[in-house]
């Protein structure tokens, strides 16, 4: 979470349910952002669910409430 790529990204998700990788708006090569994404899928805190050739993407908020209560809503009021 100390990467402002992956901030922007939790951003991006914060107000969106669900959103597909190209939808985040973000100014970097392809490789790059999914570096990004692979970061913070493995990191728990985003889900991402694959139909046909789209990835959506979304933040996995009741596994990070239970484990971390008000951790996300703090981080996404100070982006």
Request: glycine share 6%; with cysteine.
């Amino acid at each position: 979470m100390g990467d402002p790529i992956r901030l922007q990204i939790i951003k991006t998700l914060a107000h969106q349910c669900e959103t597909t990788c190209g939808c985040c708006n973000i100014n970097l090569p392809k490789s790059a952002l999914s570096h990004h994404f692979k970061i913070l899928r493995e990191s728990g805190l985003i889900h991402v669910r694959i139909e046909g050739k789209q990835r959506f993407l979304s933040i996995r908020y009741d596994e990070l409430e239970k484990r971390f209560p008000g951790l996300l809503s703090t981080i996404i009021k100070s982006i």
